[in-house]
């Protein structure tokens, strides 16, 4: 049938593409292959990247999951100091209720410390990034519910002032590094 277009009067002329012709129009209709990512910075004293198996990421996930940041933060808080022995009996009993009094703070510090983890984590899970403006919500949430066992309008207080608190210091951290 080809034959027959080829020497039938008034037949169009079967044109082929060459090579550089074929490329241009996939260039054109598609784009090139090499994406310019300036997020991925690879430095070539490393050696080759290396690809984590599934055991690293389960892993990794772990150590980045709300429930780890949040136990950590009240294991790291309540910390408290360690008791203080070979003193005389006055000082002794100062250190005991010194010890007593700032393993209070230690508890309740701990606690604000997961609850305020707790929040920024799942905060910045709900929003996919990570910025300043989690901490502030974060502070926000946590102080509001802290100061509402006074009443509302301490827990607005409370929400305001944790707020600008967790700001300044999320600021001090990211300018500082």
């Not at 090499?34 to 004293?45: Q, V």
């Not at 690809?51 to 940041?69: A, D, H, L, R």
């Not at 707790?118 to 946590?142: H, P, Q």
Request: proline share 2%; net charge positive.
């Amino acid at each position: 049938m080809s034959t027959q277009q080829e020497t039938m009067p008034g037949a169009q002329e079967k044109r082929q593409f060459t090579h550089e012709e074929w490329s241009y129009l996939t260039r054109y209709f598609v784009g090139n292959n090499y994406r310019y990512r300036e997020n991925i910075i690879i430095p070539k004293t490393l050696g080759p990247v290396q690809i984590k198996t599934n055991e690293e990421k389960m892993v990794e996930g772990f150590f980045e999951s709300c429930f780890f940041k949040s136990l950590m933060s009240c294991v790291v808080g309540n910390m408290g100091p360690a008791s203080v022995s070979d003193t005389e009996q006055t000082a002794r009993q100062v250190f005991k209720e010194m010890k007593t009094t700032t393993l209070g703070y230690a508890k309740n510090f701990a606690l604000i410390g997961a609850l305020f983890s707790g929040i920024e984590c799942t905060i910045e899970s709900a929003r996919g990034k990570s910025d300043w403006k989690n901490g502030t919500y974060a502070g926000a949430v946590t102080g509001g519910l802290i100061g509402l066992r006074a009443g509302v309008k301490a827990g607005i207080f409370g929400a305001a002032g944790f707020a600008a608190f967790s700001t300044a210091i999320d600021y001090y951290m990211r300018s500082r590094f």
